[in-house]
């Protein structure tokens, strides 16, 4: 262990003083040499509970992840945060790899983000058993089940890499969907000893969900996005066809709009993701090839063009909505051609899958299971909050207030069911379906000083491209809604802003310090004003999230 102690690494590296729910008893757990299993909603923070531990270990944390998008980001957010990480994946040449495992041996790094197909390969095994691995940390777990909803064949080599060490490291296992079957699977696949056991629950209360029985998805879909212009926000459809179509569809219109799915080229759908998560593009329509790890926290709405095959997806998929903890909103647009699609898929899609007759009939009898779950979901006149939570073994009330059965289904004519104050621009829709914006119509921003936000979201975006990093990873919105409204310039009081480290005060605060004090000059703040922002600053930031 180093010097540090979990609350100056918390600090120090990622910005934040105190621990969001179940985060602390993980950490607490692995630092005393457990295994965990941390079940955890999307956006809960599941990376700090490895990330804070690695800092803290002397040796290397490994992190097995399946998405190369998703590795990309977290190296790239650590290392704007001053910690030295690095991913081993496909995406690197030969050359480019050799270097990086040149470089794990020699210590460079704390954390190794790592994809589970390469974990038996000669090279990556050779530098394994001589590395010294104090955690092994194993993101999205349920991709090691069978009956899981994203089985992959290559977790199941997990198990097999850790007989194969020297020395068993901790192991810890992260998801954040796994119903009571999957999890169990994920103990005893990855043989988990006696494991401290997490579940922080699946209700994302930030979120409202509605369904839409819809004759004309692409009149449905318009009328949703006028109620969220300037916002951004993921358009899934359930296959790449509808994805070219509504992408076209939207292009045409003259919205800022990527697309995504399997069938692009590896660099076309690098580009489209980093148009979207460098807020270059607002909208990304997209398969559920997209998503699974995807970081951006400020995605205000996530609309499904075509119900998903299972709960499962679709919790996942709609919890990309709302990371950073602000209110957000989830549509489902729901056909019968859907469930059609969807067993056809379930018939038809298991090529790749390394399992027997028996057990291939066995899992094919699930996803039938799930997909008619998901259905009755689309139908319910109840809660749909209450539904998905039953569906994931929790209890919950009858009433949620929040979603499209609690509070009547938006039209897109009374959109007063939006329960907060984002920026909405009066719209019209022609009768060749072009969104018509009329601008200076906005409700009152939920922070102060928009003008200041604006400009201090224009220098983050210039620090990005420069980077060539996600804008978030500069810094969040809630980070610049904090400095907006609370006008910090000096050292000590940007760093009482949440998701500012030390490194990152180092690397761009007197920048961001400089276009305040422009501000506080230009628009006369006046010093007492400015005390009382600093008394607030001074709180402790749980306080003001």
Not at 114 to 133: D, G, M, Q, W, Y
Not at 494 to 513: P, R, S, T
Request: glycine fraction near 6%.
């Amino acid at each position: 262990m180093n010097g540090q102690n979990k609350y100056e690494v918390l600090q120090t590296y990622f910005g934040y003083s105190s621990f969001r729910d179940g985060q602390e008893e993980l950490i607490d757990s692995i630092l005393e040499g457990n295994d965990v299993f941390g079940i955890m909603p999307t956006g809960a923070g599941k990376s700090i509970c490895y990330q804070v531990p690695a800092l803290m270990f002397d040796g290397i944390t490994l992190v097995i992840s399946p998405l190369i998008s998703l590795m990309k980001d977290q190296v790239a957010a650590l290392n704007q945060a001053g910690i030295y990480a690095a991913y081993l994946n496909s995406s690197l040449t030969q050359g480019q790899y050799f270097k990086a495992l040149d470089y794990a041996r020699k210590g460079k790094y704390k954390i190794i983000y790592v994809a589970p197909e390469r974990l038996l390969t000669e090279s990556f095994l050779e530098f394994a058993i001589h590395a010294n691995f104090s955690f092994v940390s194993v993101d999205e777990a349920h991709c090691v089940s069978q009956w899981g909803q994203d089985f992959r064949p290559g977790y199941l080599k997990i198990e097999e890499f850790l007989r194969r060490l020297p020395k068993r490291p901790i192991v810890g296992a992260f998801t954040a969907t796994a119903t009571r079957e999957v999890q169990q699977d994920v103990v005893r696949l990855l043989q988990l000893s006696n494991p401290k056991v997490i579940t922080t629950g699946f209700d994302r209360k930030n979120l409202s969900f509605f369904v839409l029985h819809a004759k004309d998805k692409k009149t449905a879909l318009m009328r949703i996005l006028r109620t969220h212009y300037g916002e951004s926000g993921i358009i899934y459809c359930i296959t790449r066809k509808l994805v070219e179509e509504v992408y076209e569809m939207l292009a045409e219109r003259g919205l800022e709009v990527s697309r995504y799915h399997a069938g692009m080229m590896d660099d076309e759908r690098r580009r489209s993701q980093e148009e979207f998560t460098s807020d270059r593009t607002q909208l990304m329509v997209a398969t559920n090839a997209f998503g699974m790890g995807i970081d951006k926290p400020d995605v205000r709405f996530v609309i499904h063009y075509n119900m998903p095959k299972n709960m499962e997806s679709y919790y996942q998929e709609a919890g990309r909505a709302g990371r950073d903890g602000e209110k957000a909103e989830c549509y489902l647009l729901y056909s019968s051609q859907d469930v059609h699609i969807n067993q056809f898929f379930i018939e038809n899609s298991r090529d790749n899958e390394e399992l027997d007759e028996e057990t291939l009939a066995s899992v094919i009898e699930k996803d039938r299971e799930r997909l008619k779950k998901m259905v009755f979901y689309c139908h319910t006149k109840f809660c749909y909050r209450k539904y998905m939570l039953n569906y994931f073994g929790e209890k919950a009330e009858q009433y949620c207030g929040s979603c499209g059965n609690c509070i009547g289904k938006p039209q897109a004519e009374n959109m007063q069911t939006r329960q907060r104050n984002q920026p909405i621009y009066n719209a019209d829709v022609t009768d060749s379906g072009r969104l018509l914006v009329a601008v200076g119509s906005k409700k009152k921003a939920t922070f102060n000083n928009p003008e200041l936000y604006e400009q201090l979201r224009l220098l983050r975006n210039r620090f990005a491209k420069e980077l060539q990093v996600p804008a978030y990873v500069v810094f969040t919105d809630k980070s610049l809604k904090e400095m907006s409204t609370y006008l910090p310039v000096s050292r000590a009081e940007l760093l009482e802003i949440q998701g500012v480290g030390q490194a990152k005060c180092d690397k761009f605060g007197q920048a961001f310090m400089d276009v305040i004090s422009r501000f506080k000059e230009e628009h006369d703040v006046s010093p007492t004003k400015v005390q009382a922002k600093a008394r607030v600053l001074s709180q402790p930031k749980k306080t003001r999230t």
